[in-house]
């Protein structure tokens, strides 16, 4: 554990005010987030839950919007109690928004209009129309029709904020592409490459550039003119759509191929490695880590978390681009490193850097007392799960990047109901800095989602039936003690 200094909110603002920075565009930000950082974790704030809403219809939150009947109702998660920003009119099943992504203003491009630099919502509707929706007001600012020769579902980031990925539901697909590719069931493209996946486990990985340069029929342009296959139209309106130009006709050149455990592959690191789980059963919840280079597997590469639970433990790369790798069980949470082995900077090794422990007791055995006919006592012993409901459990771990923090959360069943808590750790070390109650109840065969952003908590619910609840918590100081804590701070 390293040292963890409490910082002075007091010197911040003054320094901020007298505008006492470097240069550094960021640093004004950077300050800014540290305040409200030091704000968020200190003794006297408390997360005060403001609202809660059901709804019969998926809820979804994304930047400080709270998206109700399929995207087409928002509200306002900054103020202090949530208000709604806008209500779409009330549409037809096939007008349905399937999914949806918030798109952020561009970095260093010039736009043709001035609405084009404020956020928009990126939506996708049943009849194949993507949609650019304004995410203040909900006006419609573009549409593109995509195609009617399949069933478009889902959309992506390929290249985060700058280039998205629309994906149709699985369709049999022409015989040249499966002579091609073969029976695939699932692919997708992140970061320009291709990603394919097989019933198998096998998962292989092309160039998208090189496709599109190897394989265009011909280069379209949405809003121009274009003939294809004996008609004439224009591209992104009905109902001519988008004209499928990539025609596949050879196997694309290979760039990585690997066999996994339920298809689960991730890449990530300094320098790239990847983590897969051997392609055999008995072997689910063991971790390989490799180089993508050579595939030869790290130093402690193989990670497998001592633990006897119903459900799995995960692990994927940390999102804070350190090149740190989080493995959650349900009662730790490891932090690993990925550094060069000593005297050889052609292998590197796993190494802990730190660990989060649930807080429970260490004895695993459970005696039991029965009493047979004769009235003869018998002691049973027998082994707890690591995921007993009685004992704290991790269910989710997330992280923010912009105060920097780990968010936990806790779950513990007391009696009939279990009962939530959801922690912020230092992400460099691992501390705990500060612990809330959620106040509604958690049962555990229940889906959840939990949001922290900023100064805000978001509980999101899925009980039977398809009904879904909604708890935001806001961040609320005690005044009296903050006017204490400032002027001995001064």
Not at 4 to 12: A, G, I, L, S, Y
Not at 69 to 98: F, G, T
Not at 121 to 130: D, E, Y
Request: glycine share 6%; hydrophobic share 35%.
């Amino acid at each position: 554990m390293g040292p963890t200094r409490k910082p002075n909110v007091c010197r911040r603002l003054s320094r901020r005010a007298l505008g006492c920075f470097s240069r550094d565009a960021g640093v004004v930000q950077r300050t800014n987030l540290g305040i409200l950082r030091a704000l968020v974790c200190q003794e006297s704030t408390k997360f005060k839950n403001v609202w809660t809403t059901h709804s019969r219809s998926p809820i979804a939150y994304e930047r400080g919007r709270i998206y109700f009947d399929n995207y087409r109702r928002c509200v306002s998660s900054v103020a202090s109690e949530p208000r709604k920003l806008y209500e779409m009119p009330k549409c037809s099943k096939s007008e349905k928004i399937e999914d949806a992504l918030l798109w952020e203003c561009p970095v260093g491009d010039i736009l043709p209009n001035s609405s084009d630099y404020k956020s928009s919502l990126i939506a996708l509707t049943a009849h194949n129309w993507l949609l650019r929706i304004s995410a203040t007001t909900g006006k419609i600012l573009e549409k593109i029709y995509l195609a009617h020769y399949c069933k478009f579902r889902y959309l992506s980031w390929d290249t985060p904020q700058e280039v998205i990925a629309v994906k149709s539901a699985q369709n049999r697909g022409s015989a040249v592409a499966r002579q091609i590719f073969g029976n695939v069931t699932d692919a997708t493209l992140s970061h320009g490459i291709l990603i394919v996946m097989y019933s198998s486990g096998l998962v292989r990985l092309y160039s998208f550039q090189t496709i599109a340069e190897q394989f265009m029929q011909q280069k379209l342009d949405l809003g121009c003119a274009c003939r294809w296959g004996g008609t004439t139209g224009t591209v992104g309106e009905a109902p001519f759509g988008i004209p499928c130009n990539i025609k596949i006709t050879d196997l694309p050149p290979l760039l990585f191929e690997v066999s996994s455990l339920e298809n689960a592959f991730q890449i990530g690191g300094h320098p790239w490695h990847y983590i897969i789980t051997p392609n055999k059963r008995k072997q689910k919840g063991v971790f390989h880590i490799c180089a993508l280079k050579d595939n030869c597997l790290a130093k402690n590469g193989i990670q497998e978390m001592d633990c006897c639970s119903l459900e799995s433990d995960w692990i994927y790369f940390h999102p804070d681009a350190s090149g740190r790798i989080i493995h959650v069980g349900p009662n730790q949470v490891k932090v690993l490193k990925l550094t060069e082995i000593e005297n050889n900077s052609f292998q590197h090794q796993i190494s802990e850097d730190f660990v989060i422990l649930a807080d429970r007791e260490n004895n695993k055995n459970e005696n039991v007392l029965t009493v047979t006919a004769s009235g003869r006592v018998v002691k049973k012993s027998f082994n707890l799960l690591d995921d007993d409901p009685e004992q704290e459990t991790f269910k989710i771990v997330d992280y923010e990047d912009e105060l920097d923090l780990l968010s936990v959360v806790a779950v513990t069943q007391i009696d009939a109901e279990g009962k939530a808590h959801l922690d912020f750790h230092c992400n460099e070390y691992g501390t705990l800095l500060k612990s809330i109650p959620l106040v509604e109840s958690w049962d555990v065969t229940y889906s959840h989602e939990v949001y922290f952003d900023r100064d805000l908590v978001l509980h999101i619910e899925q009980k039977p039936n398809r009904v879904f609840s909604c708890y935001v918590y806001q961040m609320v100081c005690n005044t009296a003690e903050e006017e204490e804590t400032i002027n001995r701070s001064c």
